[in-house]
């Protein structure tokens, strides 16, 4: 399977997509990140970083997207921000009917060093050496949404197979939101006001 | 002009547009909200609440979209859907060229009645009065979309008018983020990866 990570951020937006199965050698796709200036209005940021993504989905067309998950508890001055484009990232993939999994620093830190508080040079050095890189992917940014995509590849397994075909499915009903079909009598409330 | 306030949420996100300019009689066009089931996934939640955002640009038309800017001091377990609500609501807009002005809960307060730490009823019942409505608007969420597009009203004046037409203009240029033509020799960091 093929999945897209997004280390979430306006100033730099970590985007790394990986091939594999779990058990199996993984492939770097693509690797790369979308920068906004920090004295843009946050309007023309978050717009920035839609393109970015959408042109990432086109090109790459993964199976899945794992995206960061954000904590409140974090820096404060940068949370919101990071909040923000996480749910650009995520607005983008649900769009397309595509699965769209959260997993936590310390889930994927975890699940690439086999330390969950492993700092970003161990994860760097990791994900370096699992895809088989001649060098560290630059900023940490890229690197980190390498190893969002990597996490989610081997965390993923039989259930990633399960939620693609079930996205796909409800996809094919009808476009984003279509999951309420499963449950009949159920009127969606973002369809009303 | 025709301002649409936003107060964002991803259970209920107001909505509410007002017609009007600074010293003169203000008009109601439209108040509701977008709500989004607590148990579906985030990734359907925020689709939905683009597409009810979006069906409101499309219908209402506005000049210019208020937004409740989010801090990351509030509430600690809803200030990230906040914050993911309202990054949906400037993305909408700022797709289409609108200006996105972000006000506070204070701001707001203090501009409606005059008192920044004013409560959700004294805000609601300074709305009704104000819009010469019937009865209050329902729920808090609705007439806080609506005082926030009073404020705007009121605050913006001489501003709100340069801003839109610099908007427009910027817009014609080249659709989002083309703002950044006017810096010559400066290359959307966002345009490349």
């Known amino acids: 399977m ?16 990986v091939e594999g199965r779990p058990g199996a050698a993984l492939r ?10 920090a004295d843009d209005d946050i309007g023309s ?33 940068t949370v919101m921000g990071t909040a923000q484009a996480s749910a650009v990232a995520i607005t983008c993939a649900a769009r397309r009917g595509l699965p769209v999994a959260l997993h936590t620093p310390s889930e ?5 060093t086999g330390n969950g508080n492993a700092d970003k040079k161990q994860v760097g050095t990791m994900v370096t050496r699992l895809l088989r890189l001649d060098a560290m992917p630059k900023p940490a940014d890229a690197a980190d949404a390498l190893a969002l995509a990597i996490c989610h590849v081997w965390r993923g397994g039989v259930q ?27 009127r969606h409330p973002g369809a009303g006001r």
């Open 160 to 186: 990633n197979r399960l939620a693609l075909a079930q996205a796909q499915a409800l996809a094919k009903r009808g476009g984003p939101g279509a999951n309420i079909a499963l449950q009949p009598g159920y």
């Open 28 to 37: 770097m796709v693509a690797v790369g990140v979308v920068r906004t200036p």
């Open 108 to 112: 994927v830190k975890a699940a690439i």
């Open 45 to 77: 940021r978050l717009v920035a970083i839609e393109a970015g993504i959408e042109r990432w989905l086109d090109e790459i067309r993964p199976d899945a997207v794992a995206v960061e998950r954000v904590f409140a508890q974090h820096n404060v001055r």
């Open 2 to 17: 093929r999945v897209m990570g997004v280390d979430p951020g306006l100033t730099r937006c970590g985007l790394g997509a």
